[in-house]
């Protein structure tokens, strides 16, 4: 037998040979190419997952205590809580006074006394903050305490608890804090509003209710509160937002 024969590769061979040359090339490219991981493939923790990691079973961790983002000290504390923090002009914040409650004929427990809440508006009072408080008690409030605040809502006329009406002289002399505080923590039957209406939307809903107590009152002696000079520190804060839509469900009437 010839040696020719083992020496001299036929053009089949040679196809035979890139053909193997290109399957272990593609498998090779396969294989660093599966070994990679992006970001998103990474081992990670789901929001709201369990983990046996951390002693307390959950995956998402807690900030440090005291932790407050960027711009959201929340210095001004009348803007914030709508209560006086202040004693004889010193920095001290005031111990919780507390307040006097009265039962009404329905059995009501209604605040009697305002002692921690503050009497001016920390913001400028200007016709933009109350009309843009009459939308936002139309979308939040009307359903209970009516158009003009009598507690006439169509869901009381549905069957719902009746809130105390805003025109009668115990809350026509109530301070402008007392109604941010009862939208921002709730009273009663009133669920917490503070996370549906920015705090800016309070106030402004707070100067509307004032305005329809001096419309149904057009004999006495009711005024618009005055409004604290205004903040540079709280600019941003009193900027009013856009709307943000209706909410879930309504609420019952409050009983403050």
Same mark, same amino acid.
């Given at each position: 037998?010839?040696?020719?024969?083992?020496?001299?590769?036929?053009?089949?061979?040679?196809?035979?040979?890139?053909?193997?040359?290109?399957?272990?090339?593609?498998?090779?490219?396969?294989?660093?190419?599966?070994?990679?991981?992006?970001?998103?493939?990474?081992?990670?923790?789901?929001?709201?997952?369990?983990?046996?990691?951390?002693?307390?079973?959950?995956?998402?961790?807690?900030?440090? @205590?005291?932790?407050?983002?960027?711009?959201?000290?929340?210095?001004?504390?009348?803007?914030?809580?709508?209560?006086?923090?202040?004693?004889?002009?010193?920095?001290?914040?005031?111990?919780?006074?507390?307040?006097?409650?009265?039962?009404?004929?329905?059995?009501?427990?209604?605040?009697?006394?305002?002692?921690?809440?503050?009497?001016?508006?920390?913001?400028?009072?200007?016709? @933009?903050?109350?009309?843009?408080?009459?939308?936002?008690?139309?979308?939040?409030?009307?359903?209970?305490?009516?158009?003009?605040?009598?507690?006439?809502?169509?869901?009381?006329?549905?069957?719902?608890?009746?809130?105390?009406?805003?025109?009668?002289?115990?809350?026509?002399?109530?301070?402008?804090?007392?109604?941010?505080?009862?939208?921002?923590?709730?009273?009663?039957?009133?669920?917490?509003?503070?996370?549906?209406?920015?705090?800016?939307?309070?106030?402004?809903?707070?100067?509307?209710?004032?305005?329809?107590?001096?419309?149904?009152?057009?004999?006495?002696?009711?005024?618009?509160?005055?409004?604290?000079?205004?903040?540079?520190?709280?600019?941003?804060?009193?900027?009013?937002?856009?709307?943000?839509?209706?909410?879930?469900?309504?609420?019952?009437?409050?009983?403050?």
């Amino acid at each position: 037998m010839s040696m020719s024969k083992f020496t001299v590769q036929s053009p089949r061979f040679k196809a035979g040979k890139r053909m193997i040359y290109f399957v272990l090339l593609a498998a090779f490219s396969l294989s660093v190419v599966g070994c990679r991981y992006d970001m998103q493939d990474q081992p990670r923790y789901k929001a709201h997952k369990k983990s046996d990691f951390f002693s307390d079973g959950k995956a998402m961790r807690d900030l440090p @205590e005291g932790t407050v983002a960027r711009g959201k000290l929340r210095e001004d504390k009348d803007f914030y809580t709508g209560k006086k923090q202040n004693v004889g002009g010193t920095a001290a914040a005031t111990a919780a006074a507390p307040a006097t409650t009265v039962a009404d004929g329905s059995g009501n427990t209604l605040v009697a006394s305002f002692p921690d809440a503050i009497e001016e508006f920390p913001v400028p009072i200007t016709e @933009e903050l109350v009309n843009r408080g009459e939308e936002r008690y139309r979308i939040f409030c009307m359903m209970c305490h009516g158009p003009v605040g009598n507690g006439d809502g169509m869901i009381v006329r549905r069957g719902f608890p009746k809130p105390p009406t805003y025109n009668d002289d115990r809350l026509r002399n109530a301070p402008v804090g007392h109604f941010f505080d009862v939208i921002t923590n709730g009273w009663g039957k009133m669920n917490s509003y503070a996370s549906q209406v920015p705090v800016a939307d309070r106030w402004a809903i707070v100067a509307y209710i004032r305005t329809l107590q001096i419309s149904q009152n057009p004999n006495g002696n009711l005024t618009m509160p005055p409004s604290r000079e205004t903040n540079t520190t709280n600019t941003n804060a009193t900027e009013l937002p856009k709307p943000v839509g209706l909410p879930n469900s309504p609420t019952q009437g409050g009983t403050r």
